[in-house]
């Protein structure tokens, strides 16, 4: 079974710093990992999603994530925080690319200290 | 705005009752899952439902039931309320083969 142990439930960078939100991932097969990000009183939104073609994937609102199978890690970063970040962001695993059964994590709360 | 349309967005009921949420997907999206998100639980799958069947089933209680219409719409049916069951449902559907969930702004359920 997949699943995604994310490190630090509180996250707390000030304006302009690097964030960095960690994941990593245990499954027995190549997995599809993904990052979400759920804003106050909304549902989650899809940041960006690892299928294999690349290891360095770009999602929205300036964030990437490397997949690094030797470290089965999955790490969400940002150079230059922003206020507007501020939110529970979910890392999530799939066994099989078009299976959108996710296994979610346990969810870091991103804080932006002015 | 995601497309996908919950209702109601916030129910109170009493211990023992039974209600019935709503979610109505995105155009075109023939799957549609539901989630149940609570502090102690985080996120847990509850089911999949591909254009009108059944498709995976995850930790979803024997007191608890949905289903999908033809129309594509679903209802998740939450009978013989405990305490514990208070939590924020979700909804979401998909286009098969993209990997990528679109979530309803979710239905909070209060059991008293």
């Known amino acids: 079974a997949q699943s995604v142990t994310q490190l630090g439930s509180h996250v707390s960078v000030s304006e302009g710093a690097l964030v960095l939100l960690r994941c990593n991932y245990s499954s027995s097969v190549p997995p599809y990992l993904f990052w979400y990000v759920q804003y106050p009183n909304q549902g989650l939104q899809l940041l960006l999603k690892?299928?294999?073609?690349?290891?360095l994937v770009k999602g929205i609102n300036g964030f990437e994530a490397e997949f690094k199978k030797s470290e089965t890690s999955f790490h969400l970063t940002k150079p230059s925080a922003h206020m507007s970040d501020a939110a529970e962001y979910f890392c999530?695993?799939?066994?099989?690319?078009?299976?959108?059964?996710?296994?979610f994590g346990t969810g870091t709360r991103l804080t932006i200290i002015p | 705005d995601s497309g996908v349309t919950q209702t109601p967005k916030h129910l109170i009921t009493a211990t023992g009752q039974r209600v019935t949420l709503r979610c109505s997907p995105r155009s075109g999206d023939l799957s549609v899952y539901w989630y149940q998100q609570s502090l102690d639980q985080g996120l847990q799958f509850l089911i999949h439902?591909?254009?009108?069947?059944?498709?995976a089933k995850g930790n979803i209680l024997e007191r608890f039931s949905a289903q999908q219409f033809p129309d594509l719409h679903s209802e998740l049916n939450l009978s013989s309320l405990e305490l514990g069951d208070s939590a924020l449902y979700f909804c979401?559907?998909?286009?098969?083969?993209?990997?990528?969930?679109?979530f309803g702004e979710g239905s909070r359920l209060t059991v008293l």
């Open positions: 439902y591909y254009n009108g069947e059944e498709r």
């Open positions: 979401a559907s998909s286009v098969a083969h993209t990997g990528e969930l679109f």
């Open positions: 999530a695993v799939s066994r099989n690319f078009g299976n959108e059964k996710l296994t």
């Open positions: 690892y299928t294999s073609a690349a290891t």
